[in-house]
């Protein structure tokens, strides 16, 4: 079965200090994973895929298959930031892979001026 | 269109009452996906659909719980005999293809069952 977890439900840090969202997973094949994000009245959105190793609003997330974790972070938070953000796996079933998402509780972000 | 659509936005209904939520994927996107968002359950997966069919229906909740999706495109989700712990915000997706392409989130219905 494939688990998603994310520590903390809440997470408040100050404008310009560096911020880290935890995510855990359990999966026994190659799973994919993401952080999607919620911004206050608009739609669930992909920040960023480990597979782009890409860097989007400041963000990176780099995957530890050792420690089985998809941490997001970002050195200095900023106000615009504050949202919900949750990590999903896609996983790959029986060798063969169709979108299917299993994602964390969530954590929401607080960034005070 | 320019993104996923969900209609309604938001419906209230009656205990034991059946409702219907609609989504319309974006144009030319052969996979669909309904989840669900409710307080401390977070985003489940209900089902998914690759055309018209569905393989995977491993998330419905229980047999009140029923999705069809005709002409490749429009997904209807159906609920019957509504309960209060149907209540939360019910989201569509869709993506281009299967496997690791990106899922398009429409805005959700919240139903809620008073």
């Known amino acids: 079965a494939q688990r998603v977890t994310q520590p903390e439900k809440l997470l408040s840090v100050f404008k310009g200090a560096p911020v880290e969202l935890k995510c855990n997973y359990s999966?026994?094949?190659?799973?994919?994973l993401f952080w999607y994000v919620q911004y206050s009245r608009q739609r669930l959105q992909l920040l960023l895929r480990?597979?782009s190793r890409e860097s989007i609003k400041g963000f990176t997330a780099d995957l530890n298959k050792g420690e089985t974790s998809f941490h997001l972070k970002k050195p200095f938070a900023q106000e615009e930031d504050s949202a919900m953000y949750y990590c999903?796996?896609?996983?790959?079933?029986?060798?063969?892979?169709?979108?299917?998402?299993?994602f964390g509780q969530g954590t929401i972000l607080t960034v005070h001026p | 269109g320019a993104g996923v659509s969900q209609s309604p936005s938001n419906k209230v209904t009656e205990k034991g009452k059946d409702v219907e939520l609609r989504c319309d994927p974006i144009?030319?996107?052969?996979?669909l996906y309904w989840y669900r968002q409710s307080l401390g359950q977070g985003l489940e997966f209900l089902i998914y659909?690759?055309?018209?069919?569905?393989?995977?229906k491993s998330g419905l909740p229980s047999d009140r719980f029923s999705a069809e999706r005709t002409g490749g495109s429009v997904s209807t989700l159906t609920i019957q005999r509504t309960q209060q712990e149907d209540s939360a915000v019910y989201l569509c997706?869709?993506?281009?293809?299967?496997?690791?392409?990106?899922?398009?989130f429409g805005q959700g219905t919240r139903l809620t069952v008073v």
């Open positions: 997706a869709s993506s281009l293809a299967t496997g690791m392409t990106e899922a398009f």
């Open positions: 999966y026994s094949g190659s799973p994919e």
């Open positions: 480990h597979i």
């Open positions: 999903a796996l896609s996983g790959n079933a029986g060798g063969t892979s169709y979108g299917k998402l299993t």
């Open positions: 144009s030319g996107h052969t996979a």
């Open positions: 659909f690759q055309g018209n069919s569905a393989p995977d």
